[in-house]
């Protein structure tokens, strides 16, 4: 496929760079000997702007972009190009500026170009494969990271490329690694300081992952108010937790089988507290990555705040509702004890609805978990005993990521878009989502229905929603035709997300089925329901 063949199937709808997984692989000798469209050759008549001044303007846009001023670090990298049109330094910091703005389009461009003109380029292949990873290309970016490294080994940014797309595939481990081969490099970068913390985080390293946040609050922008709370807070949190000497630790029997009932689509079951405590309505909840419990259920139980963190950001109401950290000494699911359990607490907004919380991944993510809608059995099976059952399966499975704010994340097919989509698998869904974008295209749109959605949310209620009825809906080989779905706007989601999600699927698909989640393997395997 020719580049320009390429860039135009970015238009089909808005925002479809975000979804598209056709990218060519530069790296390729067929690609690099192909008929590319080459940008025009600067005007002769436009003035040269001095090689030394430019160092001088690029490096005062590369510390706006550390401070977060993006506009005005890409101002001074568009008046660069401007006055040096092969000035490729300038191309690629631009690049990384609109990369962190999100215009993912406009940076692709940029970078594709100079890591098409310059195969020795370590940076543009770095940069190359940030946003091809943002984009959810996770193929061609590690292509593009490893190129990267080859050419140089000490270019952070492909280092720190790999370290998330490792973590986002569950090895985290091997992610943790390059993240701090990353930061090593380059310790001014916040950014590497971030993702660093974060995973450490999921890796239970909390003093690390505290240590990191710390760093990264000396050096980021201060401009960024509601996130410096959060981080504060979260920090806490990590000191608290660092302080114990494990967590979500096992104990009880190897396996266990309890009922669980489907209301609004959500499959729900009953934990205690303690052996013999009163029993507790919870929502299994693979869309959340820490379990929550209802401020109304915490303060009837006497469950104390370890600390507060800010805001964080959901759907519904206001995007907005205040973290409040709490910790369980032990939760019973059936025969299974789960001993020292981090929470949420906040307050649910669905009046009449008894449920006391939800189940996050982190709490059900060292067993085989099973949803079984046809039977109304929900099963945990220890991940130690795990390995026979899954040999001897033999069923389809099907691959899964884990995005940076926690979420399972799978790709799914929609009849009319020509390319798979990211969709966060989402069993506290009632209802499958589609993005605003999505929702807009000329694809889509032709099945919007009259009916208007009421959307209960961890942030608050969002009223006349719109709804469509997509004609056809698969994952893998699993197909639904005529599903409800409903049009959000998932940029929240996205901006935490790590790379970029299409629409959630929920319930309303997902209950058709008898779901295992193989958290150690990161695949979930589909039987359909008889």
């Not at 080994?153 to 998330?164: D, E, I, K, S, T």
């Not at 401020?295 to 950001?313: C, M, S, Y």
């Not at 991940?383 to 899954?390: G, P, R």
Request: proline share 3%; hydrophobic share 40%.
């Amino acid at each position: 496929m020719k580049y320009e063949d390429l860039r135009a199937s970015f238009f089909q709808f808005p925002g479809y760079f975000k979804y598209t997984k056709k990218i060519v692989c530069l790296i390729s000798a067929c690609v690099m000997t192909a008929n590319f469209a080459v940008s025009a050759a600067a005007n002769a008549n436009t003035p040269q702007v001095k090689t030394g001044e430019s160092k001088q303007l690029i490096k005062q846009a590369e510390k706006l972009t550390r401070k977060g001023e993006f506009e005005k670090a890409g101002q001074i990298l568009r008046n660069v190009i401007e006055r040096d049109a092969e000035n490729s330094r300038a191309k690629l910091s631009l690049s990384y500026v609109l990369l962190k703005q999100r215009h993912l389009l406009e940076a692709y461009d940029l970078s594709f170009e100079i890591a098409r003109s310059e195969p020795k380029n370590s940076y543009a292949f770095a940069v190359l494969g940030a946003i091809l990873l943002n984009s959810g290309n996770f193929r061609d970016a590690r292509t593009s990271f490893i190129n990267s490294i080859k050419l140089d080994n000490r270019q952070g940014l492909a280092w720190m490329g790999l370290g998330m797309l490792d973590f986002y595939e569950n090895r985290i481990t091997r992610g943790l690694e390059s993240l701090r081969e990353a930061v090593y490099l380059e310790p001014q970068e916040s950014d590497f300081l971030y993702s660093l913390a974060q995973v450490a985080a999921r890796a239970e390293q909390y003093k690390e992952a505290a240590d990191a946040y710390k760093k990264f609050l000396q050096m980021a922008p201060h401009t960024e108010t509601e996130r410096r709370d959060r981080i504060k807070g979260l920090i806490g949190f990590l000191q608290y937790l660092g302080n114990r000497r494990s967590l979500y630790e096992l104990d009880g029997a190897k396996q266990t089988v309890v009922p669980l009932k489907l209301i609004n689509d959500r499959p729900i079951i009953q934990i205690r507290l303690q052996k013999n405590g009163e029993p507790l309505n919870f929502v299994l909840d693979t869309g959340s990555g820490i379990s929550v419990i209802s401020l109304e259920t915490a303060e009837k139980l006497k469950i104390k705040p370890i600390t507060r963190g800010g805001l964080a950001r959901g759907i519904g109401g206001s995007g907005k509702f205040e973290i409040v950290y709490g910790f369980l000494p032990s939760i019973f699911i059936g025969e299974v004890k789960i001993k020292s359990v981090p929470i949420y607490i906040r307050r649910f907004h669905a009046p009449g609805e008894r449920v006391d919380g939800y189940i996050g991944l982190a709490l059900i993510s060292k067993f085989l978990t099973t949803i079984d809608y046809g039977d109304s059995t929900f099963t945990l099976l220890n991940q130690n005993t795990a390995e026979k059952e899954l040999s001897a399966a033999g069923r389809l499975s099907l691959p899964l990521r884990l995005t940076s704010s926690g979420f399972l994340s799978g790709e799914v097919d929609l009849e009319g878009i020509s390319v798979p989509l990211n969709f966060i698998v989402d069993t506290g869904a009632s209802v499958s989502v589609i993005s605003a974008d999505l929702a807009g295209s000329k694809e889509i749109s032709p099945f919007i229905k009259d009916e208007k959605m009421r959307v209960v949310g961890a942030a608050g209620i969002t009223e006349n929603v719109s709804s469509f009825l997509l004609p056809r809906i698969s994952f893998g080989s699993h197909s639904r035709s005529s599903v409800k779905a409903i049009a959000l706007d998932l940029d929240l989601i996205n901006e935490t997300a790590g790379f970029e999600q299409a629409g959630i699927l929920g319930g309303n698909f997902l209950k058709n089925y008898r779901l295992t989640f193989d958290f150690f393997n990161s695949k979930v395997i589909f039987v359909p329901i008889k």
